[in-house]
């Protein structure tokens, strides 16, 4: 940045200083009511051949749609004169009930032992509901209340998606405050040790506050267009707070060099604004086109965090740039008062010159050492399975949760192991496709309306709601299992069904839970080259107009591509596998890792790992432009970084591991996974990887090939 934009800042603060307060002030206002706004789901593929299904199966077979599934008991044994007139009441409201499209239960669908537990004490009300998946977890949220106040005499316990949606909704809510609340406290003692001083404490807050009000205004603007995901404004919020801790550190440490080097207050803002302001600058920018790449994805839940992502990057980059300098304007030298903690602090004494120097007299021990490290890390990713998440992702004690467990362990398997497939075209007869489904491995049954099928033969007349299951040219036909249905064997399965030829010349849709997760997988793989695409090839552009160099966007590539495999491989072995899972609140394990996760960390941790590395980098090329000594540069530009570094990664950590106290398994995922890409970030990579791989560069380091230098000067950024 030009040294008249820092004069501007310096000459204008208190104008900035205004119009910023009737920012956040507007932003404030504009981001009311984003709570109600926000969705549930956005995890599958809209385009699928599975939501084809699910959409053809609420249309057309309500009675099989069981987007909320109700456990019944109390009044003895389900088969009881009693208990059967209050289920069967039960059952009628609910029919009646607005935003359900049809209700059937054990005793209105003829007594199927299907929707009754093996010991007789349980009985099932299947509930199919209007809308999409927020409607429906809305009306489920109203209706479970509603029927518990119907039938005191019964217990009530509800699961299925709409359910789960709701509890997750609610545990998403109440985790963020408890975040909240234990996070600020913690971060704030850090940034009084960190910053020195409670007024230079209380800036990066007012950075984060304004990113995030104005992330919020964003998304409620873009709720009235697009489905917004209710887990965005977690990652808004953690992610606001720690770019404006990272940015405000980052200007900060280099006003106050200025300052102890003799300068006046506009003297050290003029070239703050210029080498920290820009390095911040870029790096929002590298940030934001990271979180771009999101948006190649089909699921809302992915693009919801693009969207909030984006607004709270380049709004927290915009408040370090100018909202931040005008603050320390005023401030000047008052910046460093009530330093309650100075005690505490040890004085800076070299010693990160010294850490690199002794890192690169050794450069192959230690950078060896640290890649081995890392790459035993990262080798569990080699055994990931993706899934979707489930009951599973709630605590154990949730009653989605326990409801469901009942189901797995005292009714029919059918029950949860259902791969629904819908059959479209009116073909003269289904019993060859479905005697044909019948023998696929993993198979136990197949229910059409002409009667039950296993291993290619007929064992059973047509079912007692056989009329259910034909409705116009679309019939439907229940797939039950032997596999889980969030499992590669799961996953298997659906293409195997879907291989078998469809009758005639009808259209057959499969779906179902194994439906939606080998849809929902195969969407975000066919995406994934994409969006590595959109971070590698923008991170590469635009580092190499930061540097002018192309070894170091290479570099860069290479080691954030190690470290993040180190944090995929700590997730499939804690949150897959259970290992060490008490370290993180003992979060309930399936055996799959949500599929949507590593592609979401992938995108926010890289951008934050570019955020360190451009710090570091504009600190070493500053250094080697005045003196062309590559060794003497890197552990200058250590020294000058490496405790910001530090500090910043150690409280944007702090923000995100907070979620590990979440009790959904999703965000304690996300939570854990980001601190823990962070902190591999910031020590391993940072402090041992870079100065032993430039160390053994050399001279090579800021190497370009003619064309691309003669491109740079042109286009680059250079130092003014």
């Known amino acids: 940045m030009p040294d008249r934009f820092g004069?501007?800042?310096?000459?204008?603060?208190?104008?900035?200083?205004?119009?910023?307060?009737?920012?956040?002030?507007?932003?404030?206002?504009?981001?009311?009511?984003?709570?109600?706004?926000?969705?549930?789901?956005?995890?599958?593929?809209?385009?699928?051949?599975?939501?084809?299904?699910?959409?053809?199966?609420?249309?057309?077979?309500?009675?099989?749609?069981?987007?909320?599934?109700?456990?019944?008991?109390?009044?003895?044994?389900?088969?009881?004169?009693?208990?059967?007139?209050?289920?069967?009441?039960?059952?009628?409201?609910?029919?009646?009930?607005?935003?359900?499209?049809?209700?059937?239960?054990?005793?209105?669908?003829?007594?199927?032992?299907?929707?009754?537990?093996?010991?007789?004490?349980?009985?099932?009300?299947?509930?199919?509901?209007?809308?999409?998946?927020?409607?429906?977890?809305?009306?489920?949220?109203?209706?479970?209340?509603?029927?518990?106040?119907?039938?005191?005499?019964?217990?009530?316990?509800?699961?299925?998606?709409?359910?789960?949606?709701?509890?997750?909704g609610d545990r998403t809510a109440h985790d963020l405050l408890l975040a909240e609340v234990i996070a600020m406290p913690i971060t704030l003692v850090l940034l009084l040790l960190?910053?020195?001083?409670?007024?230079?404490?209380?800036?990066?807050?007012?950075?984060?506050?304004?990113?995030?009000?104005?992330?919020?205004?964003?998304?409620?603007?873009?709720?009235?267009?697009?489905?917004?995901?209710?887990?965005?404004?977690?990652?808004?919020?953690?992610?606001?707070?720690?770019?404006?801790?990272?940015?405000?550190?980052f200007i900060l440490a280099r006003f106050r060099e200025e300052l102890r080097g003799g300068a006046t207050v506009r003297e050290a803002l003029v070239p703050t604004v210029r080498r920290a302001g820009r390095t911040v600058a870029f790096s929002g920018l590298t940030v934001a086109v990271s979180l771009v790449a999101l948006l190649v994805f089909p699921q809302f839940f992915l693009r919801s965090f693009a969207y909030g992502g984006i607004a709270v990057v380049l709004s927290a980059a915009a408040g370090a740039v100018l909202v931040l300098p005008a603050l320390l304007a005023v401030l000047g030298h008052k910046v460093d008062r009530y330093d309650v903690f100075a005690r505490l602090r040890r004085p800076e004494s070299g010693r990160w010159y010294r850490f690199a120097l002794a890192v690169m007299r050794r450069?192959?021990?230690?950078?060896?050492?640290?890649?081995?490290?890392?790459?035993?890390?990262?080798?569990?990713?080699?055994?990931?399975?993706?899934?979707?998440?489930?009951?599973?992702?709630?605590?154990?004690?949730?009653?989605?949760h326990r409801a469901t467990q009942l189901l797995r362990e005292?009714?029919?398997?059918?029950?949860?192991?259902?791969?629904?497939?819908?059959?479209?075209?009116?073909?003269?007869?289904?019993?060859?496709?479905?005697?044909?489904?019948?023998?696929?491995?993993?198979?136990?049954?197949?229910?059409?309306?002409?009667?039950?099928?296993?291993?290619?033969?007929?064992?059973?007349?047509?079912?007692?709601?056989?009329?259910?299951?034909?409705?116009?040219?679309?019939?439907?036909?229940?797939?039950?299992?032997?596999?889980?249905?969030?499992?590669?064997?799961?996953?298997?399965?659906?293409?195997?069904?879907?291989?078998?030829?469809?009758?005639?010349?009808?259209?057959?849709?499969?779906?179902?839970?194994?439906?939606?997760?080998?849809?929902?997988?195969?969407?975000?793989?066919?995406?994934?080259?994409?969006?590595?695409?959109?971070?590698?090839?923008?991170?590469?552009?635009?580092?190499?107009?930061?540097?002018?160099?192309?070894l170091m966007p290479v570099k860069a590539l290479a080691l954030n591509t190690l470290s993040l495999s180190a944090t995929f491989g700590a997730m499939v072995f804690v949150f897959q596998e259970g290992h060490l899972s008490f370290l993180v609140g003992d979060p309930l394990h399936t055996g799959t890792l949500d599929a949507t996760i590593p592609i979401l960390?992938?995108?926010?941790?890289?951008?934050?790992?570019?955020?360190?590395?451009?710090f570091l980098l504009s600190r070493i090329r500053e250094r080697h432009l005045l003196t062309g000594d590559n060794t003497e540069s890197v552990a200058y530009g250590l020294q000058h970084t490496g405790r910001i570094i530090t500090a910043a990664a150690l409280l944007v950590a702090v923000v995100l591991f907070v979620f590990a106290l979440s009790g959904v398994t999703l965000l304690k995922l996300l939570g854990v996974g980001l601190a823990l890409a962070v902190v591999l970030d910031a020590t391993l990579v940072r402090a041992v990887l870079v100065p032993s791989f430039m160390r053994l560069a050399g001279r090579a380091n800021w190497w370009a090939p003619r064309p691309l230098r003669r491109l740079h000067d042109r286009v680059g950024l250079r130092e003014e």
């Open 363 to 400: 450069p192959v021990l230690y950078g060896g050492g640290v890649v081995l490290v890392l790459a035993v890390l990262a080798s569990p990713f080699t055994r990931v399975s993706p899934g979707l998440f489930d009951d599973r992702s709630l605590p154990a004690d949730s009653q989605a």
């Open 601 to 614: 960390t992938f995108c926010v941790a890289f951008g934050l790992s570019m955020d360190y590395e451009v």
């Open 7 to 168: 004069a501007a800042l310096y000459r204008r603060r208190v104008a900035v200083l205004w119009a910023s307060a009737c920012v956040v002030v507007l932003a404030a206002l504009g981001g009311l009511g984003l709570e109600h706004r926000l969705m549930h789901g956005g995890f599958s593929d809209p385009h699928a051949q599975s939501t084809r299904a699910a959409r053809l199966v609420s249309e057309r077979f309500p009675t099989a749609d069981g987007d909320l599934l109700l456990l019944l008991s109390g009044t003895g044994p389900v088969d009881s004169a009693r208990s059967a007139s209050l289920g069967t009441a039960l059952t009628r409201h609910a029919e009646q009930a607005p935003g359900v499209r049809a209700a059937t239960s054990y005793w209105t669908a003829g007594r199927p032992a299907s929707l009754r537990s093996r010991d007789g004490t349980l009985a099932l009300v299947s509930i199919s509901l209007n809308g999409d998946e927020d409607d429906r977890a809305r009306t489920a949220k109203r209706l479970v209340p509603d029927l518990r106040r119907q039938a005191p005499q019964l217990t009530v316990r509800a699961a299925g998606p709409a359910q789960v949606q709701v509890e997750i």
């Open 410 to 550: 005292r009714f029919d398997d059918g029950v949860l192991r259902t791969v629904q497939v819908v059959v479209e075209g009116r073909p003269q007869s289904l019993e060859p496709y479905a005697r044909a489904l019948s023998k696929v491995p993993d198979v136990r049954r197949v229910t059409a309306a002409s009667g039950t099928y296993a291993a290619g033969r007929r064992v059973q007349g047509p079912p007692p709601a056989a009329t259910a299951l034909v409705n116009g040219d679309s019939a439907l036909l229940s797939v039950v299992s032997d596999v889980e249905q969030d499992s590669s064997a799961g996953t298997r399965l659906v293409s195997r069904l879907r291989n078998v030829p469809p009758p005639d010349a009808a259209r057959v849709s499969v779906g179902g839970e194994a439906a939606e997760v080998a849809d929902s997988t195969a969407a975000i793989a066919r995406a994934t080259p994409l969006a590595i695409a959109i971070v590698v090839g923008s991170s590469l552009i635009l580092l190499f107009l930061f540097t002018g160099s192309v």
């Open 194 to 249: 960190v910053f020195g001083g409670a007024v230079a404490a209380a800036l990066p807050l007012v950075v984060g506050l304004l990113s995030v009000l104005m992330s919020r205004a964003v998304l409620n603007a873009l709720a009235g267009a697009v489905p917004i995901s209710v887990y965005s404004m977690n990652s808004t919020t953690a992610l606001g707070l720690g770019l404006g801790i990272d940015y405000s550190l």
